[in-house]
Protein backbone atom coordinates (compact mmCIF):
# COMPACT_ATOMS: atom_id res chain seq x y z
CA UNK A 1 0.00 0.00 0.00
CA UNK A 2 2.95 2.51 0.81
CA UNK A 3 4.70 1.45 -2.00
CA UNK A 4 1.70 2.28 -4.21
CA UNK A 5 0.84 5.40 -2.39
CA UNK A 6 4.65 6.62 -3.41
CA UNK A 7 4.04 6.13 -6.99
CA UNK A 8 0.98 7.57 -7.04
CA UNK A 9 2.33 10.97 -5.20
CA UNK A 10 5.09 10.24 -7.42
CA UNK A 11 2.83 10.61 -10.30
CA UNK A 12 1.32 13.71 -9.41
CA UNK A 13 4.82 15.36 -8.91
CA UNK A 14 5.09 14.64 -12.01
CA UNK A 15 8.67 12.87 -11.70
CA UNK A 16 10.23 9.49 -12.31
CA UNK A 17 11.16 7.30 -9.51
CA UNK A 18 13.66 5.39 -11.17
CA UNK A 19 16.88 6.34 -11.13
CA UNK A 20 17.00 8.93 -8.42
CA UNK A 21 16.16 8.34 -4.51
CA UNK A 22 12.45 9.16 -3.77
CA UNK A 23 11.30 12.51 -3.22
CA UNK A 24 8.02 11.19 -2.22
CA UNK A 25 9.59 9.37 0.43
CA UNK A 26 10.68 12.99 1.90
CA UNK A 27 7.46 14.58 0.78
CA UNK A 28 5.80 12.11 3.18
CA UNK A 29 8.21 12.21 6.05
CA UNK A 30 8.20 16.31 6.45
CA UNK A 31 4.38 16.57 5.45
CA UNK A 32 4.09 13.71 8.28
CA UNK A 33 6.69 16.10 10.74
CA UNK A 34 4.39 18.94 10.64
CA UNK A 35 1.77 17.05 12.28
CA UNK A 36 4.12 16.53 15.48
CA UNK A 37 3.75 20.65 16.46
CA UNK A 38 0.69 19.79 17.67
CA UNK A 39 0.94 15.67 18.18
CA UNK A 40 4.41 15.74 19.46
CA UNK A 41 7.95 14.90 18.51
CA UNK A 42 8.04 11.45 16.74
CA UNK A 43 4.45 11.50 17.06
CA UNK A 44 4.31 10.55 20.56
CA UNK A 45 2.08 13.29 22.65
CA UNK A 46 3.24 14.94 25.91
CA UNK A 47 -0.04 17.16 26.18
CA UNK A 48 -4.01 16.55 25.55
CA UNK A 49 -3.80 16.25 22.06
CA UNK A 50 -3.40 12.42 20.97
CA UNK A 51 -0.27 11.28 19.75
CA UNK A 52 -0.14 9.42 16.52
CA UNK A 53 2.74 6.85 16.92
CA UNK A 54 1.50 3.50 15.57
CA UNK A 55 -1.85 4.52 14.82
CA UNK A 56 -3.12 1.88 12.26
CA UNK A 57 -3.03 3.19 8.90
CA UNK A 58 -6.60 2.49 8.29
CA UNK A 59 -7.81 4.23 11.37
CA UNK A 60 -5.61 7.84 10.19
CA UNK A 61 -7.09 7.82 6.76
CA UNK A 62 -10.62 6.91 8.31
CA UNK A 63 -10.49 9.82 10.85
CA UNK A 64 -9.06 12.15 8.01
CA UNK A 65 -11.18 11.81 5.31
CA UNK A 66 -14.44 11.74 7.92
CA UNK A 67 -13.16 15.09 9.06
CA UNK A 68 -12.71 16.12 5.67
CA UNK A 69 -16.42 15.02 4.78
CA UNK A 70 -17.88 16.50 8.30
CA UNK A 71 -18.63 13.35 9.07
CA UNK A 72 -16.21 13.01 12.18
CA UNK A 73 -16.81 15.42 15.11
CA UNK A 74 -13.45 17.45 15.53
CA UNK A 75 -12.66 21.17 15.54
CA UNK A 76 -9.34 22.29 14.03
CA UNK A 77 -8.37 18.70 12.11
CA UNK A 78 -11.32 19.68 10.15
CA UNK A 79 -9.47 22.71 8.64
CA UNK A 80 -6.29 20.83 8.46
CA UNK A 81 -7.85 17.63 6.56
CA UNK A 82 -9.23 19.49 4.12
CA UNK A 83 -5.64 20.54 2.93
CA UNK A 84 -4.31 17.22 2.19
CA UNK A 85 -5.20 14.46 -0.59
CA UNK A 86 -6.29 10.81 -0.26
CA UNK A 87 -2.71 9.55 -1.39
CA UNK A 88 -0.85 11.70 1.45
CA UNK A 89 -3.55 10.18 4.08
CA UNK A 90 -2.30 6.61 2.72
CA UNK A 91 1.04 7.75 2.70
CA UNK A 92 1.07 9.70 6.71
CA UNK A 93 -0.79 6.80 7.60
CA UNK A 94 1.64 4.28 6.62
CA UNK A 95 4.44 6.43 8.16
CA UNK A 96 2.71 7.25 11.48
CA UNK A 97 1.96 3.19 11.73
CA UNK A 98 6.00 2.89 11.73
CA UNK A 99 6.50 5.16 14.30
CA UNK A 100 7.07 2.76 17.51
CA UNK B 1 4.68 10.61 -17.24
CA UNK B 2 8.42 9.63 -17.65
CA UNK B 3 10.96 12.92 -18.11
CA UNK B 4 14.11 12.65 -19.42
CA UNK B 5 17.06 14.02 -17.84
CA UNK B 6 17.15 17.44 -19.58
CA UNK B 7 13.08 17.87 -19.18
CA UNK B 8 13.80 16.90 -15.46
CA UNK B 9 16.41 20.12 -14.98
CA UNK B 10 14.37 22.22 -16.70
CA UNK B 11 11.81 21.82 -14.41
CA UNK B 12 13.64 21.34 -11.25
CA UNK B 13 15.24 25.01 -12.27
CA UNK B 14 18.81 26.26 -11.78
CA UNK B 15 17.95 27.47 -8.60
CA UNK B 16 17.72 23.92 -7.21
CA UNK B 17 20.87 22.55 -8.35
CA UNK B 18 19.22 19.60 -9.22
CA UNK B 19 20.79 16.61 -10.47
CA UNK B 20 19.57 13.01 -10.27
CA UNK B 21 21.85 10.70 -8.33
CA UNK B 22 23.17 8.21 -9.96
CA UNK B 23 23.12 10.47 -13.49
CA UNK B 24 24.93 13.25 -12.20
CA UNK B 25 26.58 14.95 -9.54
CA UNK B 26 26.02 19.03 -8.35
CA UNK B 27 29.94 20.43 -7.76
CA UNK B 28 28.29 20.95 -3.62
CA UNK B 29 27.60 17.26 -3.46
CA UNK B 30 30.82 16.55 -4.99
CA UNK B 31 32.87 18.87 -2.75
CA UNK B 32 31.28 17.18 0.35
CA UNK B 33 31.67 13.65 -0.83
CA UNK B 34 35.00 13.01 1.26
CA UNK B 35 34.20 15.06 4.28
CA UNK B 36 30.95 15.35 6.03
CA UNK B 37 28.46 18.55 5.12
CA UNK B 38 28.08 21.24 7.44
CA UNK B 39 25.14 23.04 7.55
CA UNK B 40 25.47 26.15 10.36
CA UNK B 41 22.49 27.56 11.67
CA UNK B 42 21.57 31.29 12.98
CA UNK B 43 19.07 32.11 15.62
CA UNK B 44 17.85 29.19 17.92
CA UNK B 45 14.04 30.18 18.36
CA UNK B 46 11.03 28.16 16.18
CA UNK B 47 12.34 28.03 13.33
CA UNK B 48 16.12 27.91 14.11
CA UNK B 49 15.82 24.99 16.91
CA UNK B 50 13.91 23.01 14.94
CA UNK B 51 15.98 23.37 11.21
CA UNK B 52 18.92 22.03 13.32
CA UNK B 53 17.03 19.00 14.89
CA UNK B 54 15.90 17.93 12.21
CA UNK B 55 18.94 18.06 9.69
CA UNK B 56 20.03 15.82 12.66
CA UNK B 57 17.73 13.35 12.93
CA UNK B 58 17.02 13.30 8.84
CA UNK B 59 20.45 12.97 8.19
CA UNK B 60 23.45 12.03 10.97
CA UNK B 61 26.09 12.33 8.57
CA UNK B 62 25.38 16.13 8.24
CA UNK B 63 27.34 18.22 10.77
CA UNK B 64 25.31 20.83 12.30
CA UNK B 65 25.95 23.88 14.33
CA UNK B 66 23.32 26.55 15.78
CA UNK B 67 24.66 29.69 17.30
CA UNK B 68 22.20 31.75 19.52
CA UNK B 69 23.22 34.45 21.92
CA UNK B 70 21.16 33.55 24.33
CA UNK B 71 21.34 30.73 27.52
CA UNK B 72 17.67 30.12 26.86
CA UNK B 73 15.06 30.07 24.94
CA UNK B 74 11.74 32.19 26.33
CA UNK B 75 8.27 31.57 23.86
CA UNK B 76 6.90 34.50 22.10
CA UNK B 77 3.50 31.95 21.79
CA UNK B 78 2.08 31.95 25.44
CA UNK B 79 3.90 35.37 26.72
CA UNK B 80 0.67 36.59 26.46
CA UNK B 81 -0.27 34.35 29.12
CA UNK B 82 1.94 35.92 31.25
CA UNK B 83 0.96 39.07 31.03
CA UNK B 84 -2.56 37.84 32.00
CA UNK B 85 -1.34 35.94 35.23
CA UNK B 86 -2.05 32.92 33.79
CA UNK B 87 1.92 31.76 33.30
CA UNK B 88 4.89 33.10 35.18
CA UNK B 89 7.91 33.69 33.49
CA UNK B 90 9.55 30.09 33.99
CA UNK B 91 6.83 28.33 32.66
CA UNK B 92 7.59 29.91 28.75
CA UNK B 93 11.58 29.63 28.97
CA UNK B 94 13.36 25.86 27.87
CA UNK B 95 16.75 25.07 27.83
CA UNK B 96 18.56 23.85 24.60
CA UNK B 97 20.39 20.97 26.37
CA UNK B 98 18.43 18.21 24.99
CA UNK B 99 19.55 19.49 21.21
CA UNK B 100 23.24 18.14 22.07
CA UNK B 101 21.47 14.69 22.44
CA UNK B 102 20.84 15.24 18.56
CA UNK B 103 24.42 15.92 17.70
CA UNK B 104 23.33 19.72 17.36
CA UNK B 105 26.45 21.63 18.47
CA UNK B 106 25.35 24.92 20.21
CA UNK B 107 27.37 28.07 20.35
CA UNK B 108 26.74 30.89 22.45
CA UNK B 109 27.93 33.96 20.43
CA UNK B 110 26.66 36.17 17.64
CA UNK B 111 27.14 36.58 13.84
CA UNK B 112 28.68 39.58 13.21
CA UNK B 113 29.99 39.01 9.39
CA UNK B 114 29.10 37.02 6.93
CA UNK B 115 31.55 36.27 3.55
CA UNK B 116 28.87 34.53 1.56
CA UNK B 117 31.63 34.36 -1.07
CA UNK B 118 34.12 32.00 1.17
CA UNK B 119 31.49 30.60 2.76
CA UNK B 120 32.52 31.95 6.16
CA UNK B 121 31.19 33.39 9.62
CA UNK B 122 32.87 35.60 11.93
CA UNK B 123 31.01 36.11 15.63
CA UNK B 124 31.91 38.74 17.71
CA UNK B 125 33.99 36.03 20.61
CA UNK B 126 36.08 35.82 17.51
CA UNK B 127 35.14 32.59 15.57
CA UNK B 128 35.42 32.00 11.67
CA UNK B 129 33.19 28.87 11.05
CA UNK B 130 32.88 27.88 7.39
CA UNK B 131 29.38 25.92 6.22
CA UNK B 132 28.40 24.51 3.14
CA UNK B 133 24.90 25.34 3.56
CA UNK B 134 23.48 28.54 6.28
CA UNK B 135 20.25 28.89 7.84
CA UNK B 136 19.50 32.43 9.07
CA UNK B 137 16.36 32.42 11.59
CA UNK B 138 16.76 35.57 13.37
CA UNK B 139 13.24 36.54 13.76
CA UNK B 140 12.13 40.21 13.31
CA UNK B 141 14.12 43.35 13.87
CA UNK B 142 11.76 46.43 15.72
CA UNK B 143 12.14 49.44 14.13
CA UNK B 144 11.67 51.24 17.44
CA UNK B 145 13.55 54.36 15.34
CA UNK B 146 9.71 54.61 13.55
CA UNK B 147 8.06 56.02 16.55
CA UNK B 148 9.84 59.14 17.97
CA UNK B 149 10.75 59.12 21.24
CA UNK B 150 10.50 55.37 21.97
CA UNK B 151 14.57 54.98 22.47
CA UNK B 152 14.47 57.42 25.15
CA UNK B 153 11.03 56.69 26.63
CA UNK B 154 12.24 52.86 26.76
CA UNK B 155 15.66 53.22 28.13
CA UNK B 156 14.09 54.82 30.53
CA UNK B 157 11.61 51.66 31.40
CA UNK B 158 8.85 53.65 30.85
CA UNK B 159 7.41 52.07 27.33
CA UNK B 160 8.40 48.70 26.02
CA UNK B 161 7.30 46.32 23.01
CA UNK B 162 7.08 42.93 24.34
CA UNK B 163 7.14 41.47 20.60
CA UNK B 164 9.92 39.42 21.92
CA UNK B 165 9.61 37.46 24.92
CA UNK B 166 12.07 37.74 27.50
CA UNK B 167 12.96 40.81 30.33
CA UNK B 168 10.41 43.22 28.68
CA UNK B 169 7.51 40.84 29.00
CA UNK B 170 8.32 40.40 32.57
CA UNK B 171 9.15 44.59 33.10
CA UNK B 172 5.16 44.98 31.17
CA UNK B 173 3.50 42.18 34.04
CA UNK B 174 5.36 44.48 36.64
CA UNK B 175 3.95 47.81 35.28
CA UNK B 176 0.53 45.92 34.99
CA UNK B 177 0.54 45.14 38.48
CA UNK B 178 2.30 48.79 39.51
CA UNK B 179 -0.70 50.34 37.92
CA UNK B 180 -3.52 51.73 40.28
CA UNK B 181 -6.85 50.09 39.68
CA UNK B 182 -8.96 52.93 37.36
CA UNK B 183 -5.84 53.40 35.54
CA UNK B 184 -5.64 53.03 31.39
CA UNK B 185 -3.44 50.61 29.47
CA UNK B 186 -2.35 51.85 25.67
CA UNK B 187 -1.27 49.44 23.59
CA UNK B 188 -0.19 49.76 19.04
CA UNK B 189 -0.29 47.04 16.77
CA UNK B 190 1.81 47.87 14.02
CA UNK B 191 1.36 48.01 10.38
CA UNK B 192 1.01 44.44 8.60
CA UNK B 193 2.98 42.51 7.72
CA UNK B 194 4.66 42.03 11.64
CA UNK B 195 5.00 39.00 13.51
CA UNK B 196 2.21 36.82 15.19
CA UNK B 197 -0.90 38.93 13.42
CA UNK B 198 -3.92 37.59 16.37
CA UNK B 199 -0.72 38.27 18.88
CA UNK B 200 -1.74 41.91 19.87
CA UNK B 201 -5.27 41.29 19.71
CA UNK B 202 -4.61 38.20 22.20
CA UNK B 203 -2.94 40.78 24.39
CA UNK B 204 -5.73 42.93 25.44
CA UNK B 205 -7.30 39.63 26.02
CA UNK B 206 -5.25 38.76 28.56
CA UNK B 207 -4.85 42.12 29.83
CA UNK B 208 -8.70 43.05 29.87
CA UNK B 209 -8.47 39.52 31.89
CA UNK B 210 -6.43 40.38 34.23
CA UNK B 211 -7.98 43.61 34.65
CA UNK B 212 -11.21 41.78 35.70
CA UNK B 213 -9.67 40.03 37.97
CA UNK B 214 -7.74 42.34 39.95
CA UNK B 215 -8.51 46.25 38.62
CA UNK B 216 -11.70 46.05 37.12
CA UNK B 217 -12.12 49.85 37.00
CA UNK B 218 -8.77 50.13 34.60
CA UNK B 219 -9.26 50.61 30.53
CA UNK B 220 -7.38 49.30 27.17
CA UNK B 221 -7.02 51.53 24.53
CA UNK B 222 -5.81 49.77 21.28
CA UNK B 223 -4.16 51.89 18.84
CA UNK B 224 -4.35 49.69 15.48
CA UNK B 225 -1.97 50.80 12.56
CA UNK B 226 -4.49 48.44 10.65
CA UNK B 227 -7.71 49.31 9.18
CA UNK B 228 -9.46 46.19 11.10
CA UNK B 229 -8.49 43.99 13.27
CA UNK B 230 -6.15 42.07 11.26
CA UNK B 231 -6.48 38.14 12.67
CA UNK B 232 -9.43 36.12 14.30
CA UNK B 233 -11.27 38.94 14.19
CA UNK B 234 -14.48 37.01 15.00
CA UNK B 235 -13.03 35.77 17.98
CA UNK B 236 -11.93 38.73 19.46
CA UNK B 237 -14.59 41.22 19.07
CA UNK B 238 -16.62 38.21 20.36
CA UNK B 239 -14.62 38.01 23.43
CA UNK B 240 -14.36 42.13 23.82
CA UNK B 241 -18.45 42.47 23.89
CA UNK B 242 -19.07 39.19 25.75
CA UNK B 243 -16.38 38.84 28.46
CA UNK B 244 -15.13 42.76 28.75
CA UNK B 245 -17.79 44.91 27.92
CA UNK B 246 -16.89 48.50 27.75
CA UNK B 247 -13.30 47.35 28.69
CA UNK B 248 -11.44 48.00 25.96
CA UNK B 249 -11.91 50.64 23.02
CA UNK B 250 -10.51 49.85 20.19
CA UNK B 251 -9.43 52.58 17.06
CA UNK B 252 -8.64 51.16 13.74
CA UNK B 253 -6.47 53.35 11.72
CA UNK B 254 -4.33 55.33 14.66
CA UNK B 255 -0.13 53.79 14.41
CA UNK B 256 1.45 55.80 17.01
CA UNK B 257 3.91 58.76 15.65
CA UNK B 258 5.62 59.45 18.94
CA UNK B 259 5.77 58.65 22.75
CA UNK B 260 6.42 60.70 25.15
CA UNK B 261 7.76 58.88 28.27
CA UNK B 262 7.94 61.83 30.82
CA UNK B 263 4.28 62.82 30.13
CA UNK B 264 3.08 59.14 29.23
CA UNK B 265 1.68 60.23 25.97
CA UNK B 266 1.40 58.56 22.85
CA UNK B 267 0.85 60.53 19.96
CA UNK B 268 -1.09 59.45 16.92
CA UNK B 269 -2.26 61.56 13.57
CA UNK B 270 -5.13 62.14 14.92
CA UNK B 271 -4.85 62.16 19.23
CA UNK B 272 -2.49 62.62 22.20
CA UNK B 273 -3.18 59.62 23.82
CA UNK B 274 -2.46 59.55 27.90
CA UNK B 275 -1.25 56.23 29.51
CA UNK B 276 -0.81 54.82 32.59
CA UNK B 277 1.11 51.88 31.22
CA UNK B 278 2.34 51.99 27.23
CA UNK B 279 2.62 49.15 25.36
CA UNK B 280 3.50 50.46 21.84
CA UNK B 281 4.44 47.74 18.93
CA UNK B 282 6.47 49.22 16.49
CA UNK B 283 7.10 47.98 12.70
CA UNK B 284 9.50 45.67 12.36
CA UNK B 285 11.76 43.52 9.45
CA UNK B 286 13.62 40.79 8.68
CA UNK B 287 16.69 40.39 11.35
CA UNK B 288 19.42 42.34 11.43
CA UNK B 289 21.94 39.22 9.87
CA UNK B 290 19.93 38.91 7.14
CA UNK B 291 21.25 41.88 6.02
CA UNK B 292 25.10 40.92 6.95
CA UNK B 293 24.41 39.06 3.29
CA UNK B 294 22.25 41.45 1.57
CA UNK B 295 19.19 38.84 2.06
CA UNK B 296 17.04 41.78 2.49
CA UNK B 297 16.44 42.02 -0.55
CA UNK B 298 12.44 42.67 -1.27
CA UNK B 299 11.25 45.90 -2.97
CA UNK B 300 11.49 47.86 0.52
CA UNK B 301 14.45 46.14 1.81
CA UNK B 302 12.62 45.19 4.82
CA UNK B 303 11.92 41.73 4.03
CA UNK B 304 13.77 38.43 2.52
CA UNK B 305 12.75 36.59 -1.00
CA UNK B 306 13.36 33.06 -1.28
CA UNK B 307 12.52 30.16 -3.19
CA UNK B 308 9.39 28.90 -1.20
CA UNK B 309 10.06 24.92 -1.75
CA UNK B 310 13.79 25.19 -0.40
CA UNK B 311 13.94 28.22 1.46
CA UNK B 312 17.17 29.73 -0.35
CA UNK B 313 17.87 33.24 -1.12
CA UNK B 314 17.09 34.20 -4.16
CA UNK B 315 20.12 36.60 -4.73
CA UNK B 316 22.56 34.66 -2.19
CA UNK B 317 23.19 31.01 -3.21
CA UNK B 318 23.62 28.24 0.17
CA UNK B 319 21.51 30.55 2.44
CA UNK B 320 18.36 29.98 3.50
CA UNK B 321 15.97 32.35 5.63
CA UNK B 322 13.28 30.52 7.50
CA UNK B 323 10.72 31.88 9.92
CA UNK B 324 9.62 35.45 9.95
CA UNK B 325 12.12 37.18 8.33
CA UNK B 326 10.36 35.32 4.68
CA UNK B 327 8.56 37.49 2.76
CA UNK B 328 5.73 35.02 1.63
CA UNK B 329 1.85 34.87 1.88
CA UNK B 330 2.30 32.50 4.84
CA UNK B 331 1.73 33.88 8.59
CA UNK B 332 4.37 35.06 10.49
CA UNK B 333 3.79 32.78 13.55
CA UNK B 334 6.29 30.67 15.38
CA UNK B 335 4.72 27.36 14.25
CA UNK B 336 4.53 28.53 10.49
CA UNK B 337 8.39 28.71 11.27
CA UNK B 338 8.76 25.43 12.30
CA UNK B 339 6.88 24.60 8.75
CA UNK B 340 9.41 26.44 7.33
CA UNK B 341 12.28 24.87 9.16
CA UNK B 342 11.48 21.41 8.07
CA UNK B 343 10.91 21.86 4.40
CA UNK B 344 14.46 23.84 4.47
CA UNK B 345 15.82 20.58 6.27
CA UNK B 346 14.51 17.96 4.02
CA UNK B 347 15.73 20.49 0.88
CA UNK B 348 19.20 20.75 2.53
CA UNK B 349 19.48 17.26 2.94
CA UNK B 350 18.44 16.53 -0.49
CA UNK B 351 20.74 19.77 -2.20
CA UNK B 352 23.83 17.96 0.06
CA UNK B 353 23.10 14.94 -1.69
CA UNK B 354 22.89 15.85 -5.27
CA UNK B 355 19.04 14.60 -5.16
CA UNK B 356 16.34 17.08 -6.40
CA UNK B 357 14.35 18.08 -3.02
CA UNK B 358 10.63 17.56 -2.74
CA UNK B 359 9.14 20.06 -5.23
CA UNK B 360 5.63 19.94 -3.71
CA UNK B 361 5.68 20.55 -0.40
CA UNK B 362 2.93 21.15 1.83
CA UNK B 363 3.36 23.62 5.23
CA UNK B 364 0.36 24.29 7.74
CA UNK B 365 -0.51 27.19 10.49
CA UNK B 366 -1.88 26.20 13.71
CA UNK B 367 -2.26 29.47 15.55
CA UNK B 368 -4.62 28.71 19.14
CA UNK B 369 -5.15 32.40 20.74
CA UNK B 370 -6.50 32.46 24.54
CA UNK B 371 -9.56 35.11 25.45
CA UNK B 372 -9.48 34.70 28.94
CA UNK B 373 -7.72 31.74 31.68
CA UNK B 374 -10.03 29.16 30.28
CA UNK B 375 -11.10 29.74 26.61
CA UNK B 376 -9.23 30.03 23.14
CA UNK B 377 -9.82 29.68 19.86
CA UNK B 378 -7.89 29.37 16.81
CA UNK B 379 -7.38 29.75 12.93
CA UNK B 380 -5.77 26.67 11.03
CA UNK B 381 -4.80 26.42 7.16
CA UNK B 382 -3.02 24.25 4.93
CA UNK B 383 -0.50 25.79 1.96
CA UNK B 384 0.36 23.45 -0.90
CA UNK B 385 3.65 24.92 -2.96
CA UNK B 386 3.11 25.11 -6.95
CA UNK B 387 5.59 26.24 -9.03
CA UNK B 388 4.89 29.71 -10.22
CA UNK B 389 2.49 30.44 -7.86
CA UNK B 390 4.56 30.07 -4.20
CA UNK B 391 1.88 28.53 -1.83
CA UNK B 392 -1.20 28.24 -2.36
CA UNK B 393 -3.97 28.81 0.69
CA UNK B 394 -5.95 25.25 0.66
CA UNK B 395 -10.05 26.30 0.64
CA UNK B 396 -12.13 25.56 3.96
CA UNK B 397 -9.41 26.52 6.27
CA UNK B 398 -10.19 29.38 8.46
CA UNK B 399 -10.43 30.55 12.37
CA UNK B 400 -13.11 29.97 14.91
CA UNK B 401 -15.87 32.75 15.55
CA UNK B 402 -15.99 32.17 19.64
CA UNK B 403 -13.57 30.79 22.22
CA UNK B 404 -14.34 28.04 24.15
CA UNK B 405 -12.79 25.31 27.33
CA UNK B 406 -11.88 22.90 24.79
CA UNK B 407 -9.62 24.81 22.39
CA UNK B 408 -7.96 26.66 25.48
CA UNK B 409 -6.44 22.47 26.23
CA UNK B 410 -5.80 22.18 22.97
CA UNK B 411 -3.67 25.45 23.16
CA UNK B 412 -1.67 24.17 26.23
CA UNK B 413 -1.19 20.98 24.38
CA UNK B 414 0.09 22.60 21.09
CA UNK B 415 2.51 25.18 23.31
CA UNK B 416 3.82 21.80 25.31
CA UNK B 417 3.96 19.79 22.03
CA UNK B 418 5.75 22.08 19.68
CA UNK B 419 8.64 22.98 22.37
CA UNK B 420 8.98 19.74 22.51
CA UNK B 421 8.91 18.95 18.92
CA UNK B 422 11.91 21.94 18.72
CA UNK B 423 13.63 21.22 22.22
CA UNK B 424 12.83 18.13 23.01
Known amino acids: ?100 | MTLNRRDFLKISGAGAAAALAGCATTPQAAATASRRAHVVVVGAGFGGATCAKYLRMWDPNVEVTLIEPNDKFVSCPISNWVLGGLRTMDDITKGYDNLSRHGVKMVKDFVVAIDAGKREIKTRGGASITYDRLVLSPGVEVLTDTVKGFKEAEAAGKVVHAWKAGPQTAHLRKQLEAMPDGGTFVMSVPAAPYRCPPGPYERACMVAHYFKQAKPKSKIILLDGNPDVASKKGLFMDAWNTLYPGVIEYRPNNAPLAVDGDKMVVTTEFDDVKADVMNVVPRQRAGEVCELVGARNDSNKAWCTVNLATFESTTVPNVHIIGDSVLSNLPKSGHMATNHAKVCAAAIIELLAGRQPDPIPVVSNTCYSATSDATAGYVANVFRFEAGKGYVTQPDGGATGKGDEYNFSFAESWSQNIWADMLG
Open chain 1, 1 to 100: MYKKTILVLAGLAGIALSGMASATDVHTRTIASTCMSCHGPNGKSVGAAPGLAGITQDKFVDMMKGYKAGTRKGTIMKKHAAGYTDAEYAAMGAYFASLK
